[in-house]
T-cell receptor, first 112, second 111 residues
Framework: EAQVTQNPRYLITVTGKKLTVTCSQN?????MSWYRQDPGLGLRQIYY???????DKGDVPEGYKVSRKEKRNFPLILESPSPNQTSLYFC???????????FGSGTRLTVV | EDKVVQSPLSLVVHEGDTVTLNCSYE??????LLWYKQEKKAPTFLFML????IEKKSGRLSSILDKKELFSILNITATQTGDSAVYLC???????????FGSGTKLNVKP
């Protein structure tokens, strides 16, 4: 089944403890992206990648890192999480010439 | 600044009603406009629009784009409780293929 898989689905952590949210897609898509969703603010792009080793900042990149060493994987790294990063996170992927993203199931992160 | 604005923010209707959701945008180098439905988890794709005036239809849902006035509407006729969700509008730009999402319209359909 074609899908975007994120892990974990839920995570509660403490301020300052480094964490990684994994994202993997099995559709051979070139484009991948991370979004966060907060009430009243819709989805905001954190980082995106147009291919292996090609990444760029989205609208809200502060406090996050990404890497794209393989086409299928696009992990999101929070080096020192803070409470304002409590949010619902979505990874998404798409083919270069197609329209619209396919989204993962989301990761609900709480930083206390 | 590129932006997408949806209205209303929330809407409560009864089963059988018809609703119209609005999406206006100001996005440089427009490529496409997409509608998504989001229930408790990931957004799922509804429609993609690139040309003005051509209605896209899927069952009771339909959507149309006006590229001159920079807006789109999503219509849902004969609403059902299963239509209750947040409806998201997103606009893609040719500039680095960026997507801009609106904040969504929360639709609640009561029995």
């Amino acid at each position: 089944e074609a899908q975007v898989t994120q892990n974990p689905r839920y995570l509660i952590t403490v301020t300052g403890k480094k964490l990684t949210v994994t994202c993997s897609q099995n559709m051979n898509h070139e484009y991948m992206s991370w979004y966060r969703q907060d009430p009243g603010l819709g989805l905001r792009q954190i980082y995106y990648s147009m291919n292996v080793e090609v990444t760029d900042k989205g609208d809200v990149p502060e406090g996050y890192k990404v890497s794209r060493k393989e086409k299928r994987n696009f992990p999101l790294i929070l080096e020192s999480p803070s409470p304002n990063q409590t949010s619902l996170y979505f990874c998404a992927s798409r083919d270069r010439d197609s329209y619209g993203y396919t989204f993962g199931s989301g990761t609900r992160l709480t930083v206390v | 600044e590129d932006k997408v604005v949806q209205s209303p923010l929330s809407l409560v209707v009864h089963e059988g009603d018809t609703v119209t959701l609005n999406c206006s945008y100001e996005v440089t180098n427009f490529r496409s406009l997409l509608w998504y439905k989001q229930e408790k988890k990931a957004p799922t794709f509804l429609f993609m629009l690139t040309s003005s005036g051509i209605e896209k239809k899927s069952g009771r849902l339909s959507s149309i784009l006006d590229k001159k006035e920079l807006f789109s509407i999503l219509n849902i006729t004969a609403t059902q409780t299963g239509d209750s969700a947040v409806y998201l509008c997103a606009v893609e730009s040719y500039n680095f293929n960026k997507f801009y999402f609106g904040s969504g319209t929360k639709l609640n359909v009561k029995p």
